[in-house]
């Protein structure tokens, strides 16, 4: 009978032992202190239980290598995991509510301000099998080189305006005097366009819910997602191209002089990169 007894104790504890290396595989630090916990207090003669020390320990250490982002190439790989899942995942929520026809502007920013952040991080979690502390730490420890772009596109100017003054575009320099002077010539004669163009009294510039309403999901998702990553991710750069429908001067002539209807006027196209 003791030989059956012992036999049923050192199975209950390997089965335990079981729990605690499966929950920390998975990034389950309390559950694995839990199961370790039990297997001492059911099972303290078992063989499995004279390791519970050293097994305590090494929990220990990994949750304070999974903290700290870790070191070497273990910790390396699962801060570009959660990094690529990262980006994934926003991308797929993003184009869910964009491709929502039932949200307008307002609805989407209010996502984007009160709800996505949150959950990004809990279904991130969930599939990762991770506990939300240590997910956020490997978040924060990821690649500085990791980084994306998103693009306001033709509603660029919803953000930035529709006077392209406003934009810090790098100065042209080098070229001396005759370059100088058809820089200028140039910038003088898109201001009499411009002019001519808000002179224009057949002209009636879009509203933010226009654009909204005729943006197909695609433009819609990159627009909320160069919103999303201003606010709430790390921005590496701001930068503007010109808008493929004036060149960059915000004023089309044809039919008549009047701002682009693409751009409504900016002239741009306002590009973020970030991490």
């Known amino acids: 009978m003791d030989a059956v007894a012992a036999q049923a104790q050192e199975s209950g504890a390997i089965a335990l032992l079981d729990e605690v290396d499966k929950a920390l595989a998975d990034g389950k630090y309390a559950e694995a202190r839990a199961a370790l916990e039990k297997l001492k207090t059911q099972y303290p003669n078992s063989s499995a239980a004279a390791g ?9 250490q990994e949750e304070a290598a999974a903290r700290s982002g870790g070191a070497g190439a273990t910790s390396k790989a699962a801060a570009d995991k959660v990094s690529k899942e990262y980006y994934a995942l926003l991308k797929s929520l993003i184009g869910k ?4 026809k039932s949200f307008t502007m307002d609805d989407c920013r209010e996502y984007l301000d009160k709800v996505l952040p949150g959950e990004l991080m809990d279904k991130l979690a969930a599939r990762l099998k991770m506990e939300r502390a240590a997910l956020e730490e490997q978040w924060k420890n990821r690649a500085p080189a990791d980084t994306r772009q998103a693009s306001y596109g033709d509603g660029s100017w919803i953000v930035a305006g529709k006077d392209p003054s406003r934009l810090s575009d790098e100065a042209e320099s080098g070229g001396g005097l005759e370059d100088f002077k058809k820089q200028k010539e140039q910038q003088k004669a898109i201001e009499e366009l411009r002019q001519k163009a808000q002179d224009n009294k057949n002209y009636k510039p879009q509203t933010e819910a226009d654009w909204w309403t005729a943006a197909n999901a695609v433009k819609r998702a990159s627009w909320l997602e160069a919103a999303f990553v201003e606010q709430h991710l790390k921005v590496v750069e701001v930068r503007y191209k010109n808008c493929g429908g004036c060149g960059g001067s915000g004023v089309v002539v044809s039919p008549q002089t009047q701002f682009c209807r693409r751009c409504e006027g900016l002239g741009k196209e306002k590009i973020v990169t970030y991490q």
């Not at 519970?52 to 220990?60: C, G, P, R, V």
């Not at 509510?97 to 929502?100: I, K, L, P, Q, R």
């Open 52 to 60: 519970a020390k050293a097994l305590e320990d090494k929990i220990a």
């Open 97 to 100: 509510v964009a491709g929502d």
